[in-house]
């Protein structure tokens, strides 16, 4: 039997299309991957240290869907009060990617996807584990260090993937670190309120000196090594000039420092002996905050005598701070109040405390 050109195409026509199919179907399933969106701080104050999802998306498209594991359960009127007491709550939600691309886009924060090297196998694995795990759970308290969007991301993958997790995402092996240079770091990319952050993180936060896992959504991604523009430690040594600044600008100048360090001791010590986060209770900046600092209005020897107390107990604790005793960086948290009781006594006692008359 002879065969024709004709017949050739004829049988070579349905092999090409089942071909195609098959290309087609694996250039789909090669597309649609795991990955992190990473979402840029935002301008409020719950926003500054970003948020991070895991997607299963198409990576050209940005289509598929999100699991953002940490999507606000109490009210946001509470979150404040809710926060400082430990009982903030977060759930799980599963979201079209679309959409979490539109919500950020309105927010005017850039999100950066990190892609996950999974096989097929591996990215079902791992939406099972967030199904299983974290989606029909009820809602988690949460926890800045140990239990939020970023840590929950973590732990899926190091369930899925073993220790190799970070690898699979262009994590550089980063050693010697801990939570409080983390913190640092994340501060470090912010604006000069984020130094001001900065230095209340060194006197209300204790015992997060600890080898770091994790915690914070840029350090899933690898351009969080990069240096940044901004040393909170230069920052932390300006704010602490503040008072002195402040206190040579007179009677106004005084009661400005005096008020601003009676509401710095009322915030930290509340959060210290009413706060339910492990890491203020831990800390020992309330040492060298006191709420009667409202005191150094006074004038004369009653001035002269607090500031005396309060300057050796200050003293005492940047010392222990200086030698180890003290975990806390609290060197210029101290050096700021020390400033500021020195200057207010010698305004106080010596510039502004009235002429006495002398009678012939």
């Excluded at 070579?12 to 071909?19: D, Q």
């Excluded at 210029?332 to 006594?345: R, T």
């Amino acid at each position: 039997m002879r065969l024709t050109l004709r017949d050739g195409f004829g049988l070579a026509a349905p092999t090409i299309i089942i071909a195609g199919l098959l290309f087609h179907s694996s250039e789909a399933a090669a597309a649609t991957a795991a990955a992190i969106w990473v979402v840029e701080p935002g301008a409020r104050l719950p926003q500054w240290f970003g948020h991070a999802l895991l997607c299963f998306d198409d990576r050209d498209s940005f289509e598929g869907d999100c699991y953002n594991l940490g999507a606000l359960s109490t009210p946001s009127g509470a979150l404040p009060v809710a926060f400082l007491r430990g009982t903030a709550e977060y759930h799980t939600e599963l979201l079209p990617a679309v959409r979490v691309s539109a919500r950020y886009r309105a927010e005017h924060r850039r999100i950066q996807r990190v892609p996950i090297l999974v096989t097929p196998n591996e990215a079902t694995q791992l939406r099972a584990f967030v199904e299983h795990t974290f989606s029909n759970a009820p809602p988690y308290v949460y926890d800045a260090f140990r239990d939020n969007c970023t840590t929950r991301i973590v732990l899926a993958l190091r369930e899925t993937l073993g220790t190799s997790w970070a690898s699979r995402i262009g994590l550089p092996v980063r050693t010697g670190s801990n939570q409080r240079r983390e913190l640092d770091l994340e501060l470090n990319r912010g604006s000069v309120s984020k130094a001001a952050l900065a230095l209340l993180s060194d006197l209300m936060l204790g015992g997060i000196d600890s080898p770091s896992s994790p915690f914070l959504p840029s350090q899933l991604s690898p351009l969080s090594a990069l240096p940044t523009a901004l040393h909170t430690t230069l920052w932390r040594a300006c704010f602490a000039l503040v008072p002195l600044l402040l206190g040579g600008a007179g009677r106004v100048g005084r009661t400005a420092v005096a008020c601003a360090m009676s509401a710095a001791a009322v915030a930290v010590w509340t959060a210290r002996w009413l706060g339910g986060m492990p890491e203020m209770t831990a800390s020992h900046g309330w040492l060298i905050l006191c709420p009667l600092d409202a005191c150094l209005l006074w004038r004369g020897r009653w001035l002269s005598a607090y500031c005396f107390i309060r300057l050796a107990t200050v003293l005492a604790v940047v010392s222990m701070s200086l030698i180890g005793v003290i975990a806390e960086p609290l060197v210029l948290p101290g050096f700021a109040v020390a400033v500021a009781l020195m200057s207010q006594w010698m305004l106080a006692v010596r510039f502004l405390a009235p002429t006495a008359s002398v009678s012939s």
